[in-house]
């Protein structure tokens, strides 16, 4: 009867540390990115259910690989919830259980997008998602797995961070409608959307990684082009995004897509606060506020979109 027991703790505790290694915070956040570009497409109800529930799935496969092939660098590096590690520490996974777990979360995509996404049976809508989701495994595995690693590669972390953020998202939600795919220029919307999102949460962490990343060896964007570098092409990158989020919402205001309202223009000046804060310190300390930050505005700007889009809403789903 022990024994029993002490399986079943077992088995708990290893569920909640693939529960855990998979990041379910960071699949929270692009699950809203994902809704906020169906939304943006006015795709059916069901669809964007089925976005929000993919891309929440794809990406705990996502972290789960690359949280395995991090544990080195997470051990000298240990940091806060929105970044941790079990295997870190002392844990009792297994390549194994990771490999399943992995394995489950990506197969349960094939069930979720056959049978809600309208017309999914359609030979060319099953070819092009089969692509979407070819483009977002690849560039996962590329990322994380060695020898392609590309995270720990000048230049080619970004690239391949756009690619599944930036492309595989907007591309894939695309399919998820009545139609085969919706209109190119919305696919248009949601890759700069998407680039804009991303270019703003990958650099700074990459500057709170910086000397742990050196001292294992990856090369990442940070490494090769130094801390001072690093910390001004990363405020750069962010003040850009700033600027793009600012003539989107302009753009969207001015089509009737969104309610006028000055609420995402402060989001904005949070973060041009938190640059501020980064090149005045120029250091760990002020990245990690800057990560933080941004997050907030993300998952902020996120709902703020929802409620901002609510009018053109009613009137596509006739609420």
Do not use: C
Request: proline residues 4%; aromatic residues 10%; without cysteine.
């Amino acid at each position: 009867m022990k024994n029993v027991f002490n399986k079943k703790l077992v088995s708990r505790k290893i569920i909640w540390q693939l529960i855990v290694l998979s990041r379910p915070e960071w699949g929270f956040i692009f699950s809203q990115v994902a809704l906020m570009v169906a939304l943006l497409y006015q795709l059916p109800l069901e669809s964007l259910l089925t976005s929000s529930v993919s891309i929440f799935l794809f990406s705990l496969g996502h972290f789960s690989l690359n949280g395995y092939f991090d544990q080195q660098s997470d051990s000298l590096n240990p940091r806060s919830l929105s970044l941790r590690n079990p295997l870190a520490t002392s844990s009792s996974l297994h390549k194994i259980h990771i490999v399943i777990w992995i394995i489950l979360i990506w197969t349960l995509l094939i069930p979720l997008n056959i049978f809600l996404i309208p017309n999914s049976v359609s030979q060319l809508k099953l070819f092009l998602g089969f692509l979407a989701f070819l483009i977002g495994m690849t560039g996962s595995i590329l990322y994380s797995v060695p020898p392609f690693r590309f995270k720990a590669k000048p230049f080619l972390d970004i690239l391949v961070t756009f690619l599944i953020i930036g492309l595989f998202i907007p591309f894939y939600i695309g399919l998820l409608g009545s139609s085969v795919i919706v209109d190119l220029n919305l696919i248009g919307l949601g890759i700069v959307l998407n680039i804009i999102l991303v270019s703003g949460i990958h650099l700074p962490t990459m500057l709170i990684d910086h000397e742990t990343d050196q001292r294992v060896g990856d090369i990442t964007t940070a490494v090769f082009l130094g801390k001072r570098k690093a910390i001004h092409l990363t405020a750069g990158v962010v003040l850009a995004r700033v600027f793009l989020l600012i003539v989107l919402n302009l753009h969207l205001m001015n089509i009737d897509l969104l309610i006028p309202h000055w609420t995402p223009f402060i989001l904005g000046l949070l973060e041009i606060i938190a640059v501020y804060n980064l090149l005045k310190r120029q250091d760990q300390e002020g990245a990690l506020l800057l990560f933080k930050t941004i997050i907030i505005t993300s998952g902020g700007g996120a709902v703020l979109f929802g409620l901002l889009y609510s009018p053109t809403l009613l009137q596509a789903y006739s609420l």
